[in-house]
């Protein structure tokens, strides 16, 4: 029997993840595949409820998961909190050590007309973007600020660049054979050690996988304009925040996203991409896809339940086939009418 810890979160966190695990219910029905689910609290739902962002029991929960699915955190409701919601978050990602955020970005064929990019610039991509998570500028010290200063503090350690890198590079060997390092080396310090560090590594470790390095604003312009270039893209906290939103484009909408957070110590934990899109929630609207990608992920990560993650896809690609939108897509098909097809397709394909 295996446990998954879900936390739901806040705005459409809640909404995205009961359709996922509905979608998830559907599929276990054809396989042999025994699952528990302990919901807990986390973000501004935990900080009404619990008081913190990042209560002791979801902790307790996390650490005795085999894998966690994560909704959405944060809205207005909670900025000027003493805690943050995003607080919670991040003191999650670095009590359970999930240092590698996987974010696959995949131009599958249905979504060819989706993209406000040429087909002829998409059809095709298929990289993983791998975002360090538990370092850098997000939780380097000293950060502060007064009315007059504020200081936050890029630092990185070997160690955390090594264990980023050579994952990308292993990662790499499972796909394209190809890492593209992006960095921004021309100014800071830190920039300058991973560019060393993962130059090391290429030689002396991969010298069969290829590898090239890339200014984060060149980055940032390549990757929307030459998409199909790359393989395994990995790079620092922030430079992989903002670049992996850049990249949902590519397929139409940052609700298509998923991610899978890894670390050595704890179980995984899978989330989408985006945040809790406070402007849509409860209008039943959202798009639920990134979820449900990031529960076909984890059955592959955490499980090695491929017959199960590639029957849900199949039934996402057939929804999709047929025409149905969420509105980020310019659909008007419904998020609960949208999974409820994907449920549908999936039944169907068993029974055939
Ligand atoms: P956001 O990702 O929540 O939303 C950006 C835009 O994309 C919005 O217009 C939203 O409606 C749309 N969008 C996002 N997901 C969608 C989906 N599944 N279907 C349809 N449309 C979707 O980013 P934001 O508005 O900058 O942030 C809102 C809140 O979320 C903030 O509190 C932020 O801190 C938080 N946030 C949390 C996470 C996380 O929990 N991992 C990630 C990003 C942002
Ligand atoms: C994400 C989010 C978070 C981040 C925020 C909410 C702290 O944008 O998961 O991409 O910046 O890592
Ligand atoms: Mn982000």
């Not at 925040?241 to 995984?268: K, R, W, Y």
Request: charged content about 25%.
């Amino acid at each position: 029997m295996k446990r998954i810890v879900t936390l739901p979160g806040d705005g459409i966190g809640p909404e995205i993840t009961a359709s996922a695990l509905k979608v998830l219910e559907a599929a276990s029905q054809h396989v042999d595949f025994k699952f528990e689910v302990e919901e807990h609290t986390i973000g501004g739902a935990a900080i009404d409820q619990d008081g913190h962002p990042f209560p002791d029991a979801t902790k307790k929960a996390c650490q005795a998961a085999d894998a966690i699915l994560l909704g959405a955190v944060g809205g207005p409701k909670w900025e000027q909190a003493e805690r943050t919601p995003e607080a919670g978050l991040l003191e999650m990602r670095q009590t359970l050590e999930l240092f590698a955020n996987l974010r696959p970005v995949e131009m599958h064929d249905y979504l060819l007309k989706d993209s406000p990019l040429k087909e002829e610039i998409v059809k095709g991509t298929d990289f993983v973007m791998v975002r360090e998570l538990t370092g850098g500028i997000y939780f380097g010290r000293p950060k502060y600020f007064d009315e007059e200063e504020a200081v936050d503090t890029l630092h990185y350690n070997r160690g955390e660049i090594e264990r980023i890198v050579r994952l990308a590079f292993d990662l790499a060997k499972t796909r394209k054979n190809k890492v593209t390092l992006v960095d921004k080396a021309n100014v800071l310090a830190s920039s300058q050690l991973w560019r060393k560090v993962a130059t090391q590594i290429a030689q002396e470790e991969y010298p069969e996988v290829e590898f090239e390095w890339m200014y984060v604003d060149n980055a940032a312009m390549q990757i929307i304009t030459n998409p199909t270039a790359y393989d395994v893209i990995v790079t620092e906290n922030m430079f992989g925040d903002i670049l992996s939103d850049e990249a949902s484009v590519i397929t139409g909408s940052l609700g298509m996203l998923p991610s899978a957070s890894l670390s050595q110590t704890n179980a995984s934990l899978y989330e989408p991409i985006h945040g809790s899109a406070p402007d849509i929630a409860g209008k039943d609207i959202a798009n639920p896809m990134s979820m449900i990608l990031s529960v076909t992920m984890m059955l592959r990560q955490s499980f090695e339940e491929f017959e199960m993650a590639d029957r849900i896809e199949h039934a996402c690609a057939a929804v999709m086939d047929r025409g149905m939108r969420t509105a980020d897509l310019g659909g008007d098909t419904s998020h609960s009418t949208f999974t409820r097809a994907v449920i549908d397709e999936i039944n169907k394909g068993a029974s055939s």
